[in-house]
């Protein structure tokens, strides 16, 4: 089964900033046009996780965007969110799937071809591979990969890589010439003065970098091709 992967994955944070909780950012993020919102919170409870997962998949459910939350399954559950992204060290890929069903989404976490096509063979939607660029946003990135490590996954995978660690809207499109079905932002929308326009100029700059699609043929090319 495919499960339709965003292009524009924005996770929501409230540590690197005060200024806006999960709901308001992803309310924001979506008002700019992101297609996901992946909710992370590691220092909340279990049940003020899932209160929190909860707001953000009525925000998501109203205009047709996916919530993915991260690490946790339960909480995804709970939320009846549209799936989880799990790392390295978190639940087994393939286990996930078993207890999520076939119809919602699971992302993986990679910083290798290796690490990348394991996630595949478990089962995963697609790969979040990273850091592409130097970050702050997590403590224990691993050193940057840069676009050749980026293309040599793309080209190693049958399912899409959206890059994270590092993007900005000026990397946007050497990500996507790279061979990225997308990007996932934590700073470049959390810190942002205007987190809604940050999205939107995000959103313009994956569009612009896309291969245009072929008009249909028309119907008089149908009669006399």
């Known amino acids: 089964m495919l499960r339709r992967v965003g292009r524009l994955h924005v996770l929501t944070d409230a540590t690197l900033q005060d200024r806006f909780g999960h709901e308001e950012l992803a309310r924001l993020a979506i008002a700019g046009g992101a297609d996901t ?3 992370r919170e590691k220092r909340a409870s279990t049940r003020d ?19 993915i939350v991260n690490d946790r399954i339960d909480v995804a559950l709970a939320a009846d969110a549209a799936g989880v992204h799990l790392g390295q060290t978190d639940f087994p890929i393939a286990l996930a799937r078993r207890l999520l069903g076939p119809d919602r989404i699971i992302g993986g976490s990679a910083s290798s071809l290796a690490q990348a096509q394991e996630a595949m063979w478990a089962g995963a939607d697609y790969v979040g591979l990273g ?11 691993s050193a940057p990969l840069g676009p050749e490590t980026l293309r040599a996954v793309a080209q190693g995978i049958e399912i899409p890589v959206i890059a994270i660690g590092g993007i900005d809207r000026t990397r946007v499109a050497e990500v996507m010439a790279a061979g990225a079905h997308g990007v996932a932002v934590i700073q470049a929308v959390a810190l942002a003065p ?15 970098a896309l291969p245009p699609v072929a008009a249909p043929p028309t119907g008089e090319s149908q009669h006399h091709g």
């Open 37 to 39: 919102i992946q909710f």
């Open 49 to 67: 996780q899932i209160r929190l997962a909860r707001a953000l998949g009525e925000v998501c459910r109203r205009v047709g965007a996916a919530l």
């Open 131 to 141: 850091a592409i660029y130097a970050t702050a946003s997590k403590a224990d990135a």
């Open 194 to 208: 205007d987190p809604q326009a940050a999205t939107a100029a995000l959103l313009e700059a994956i569009r612009a």
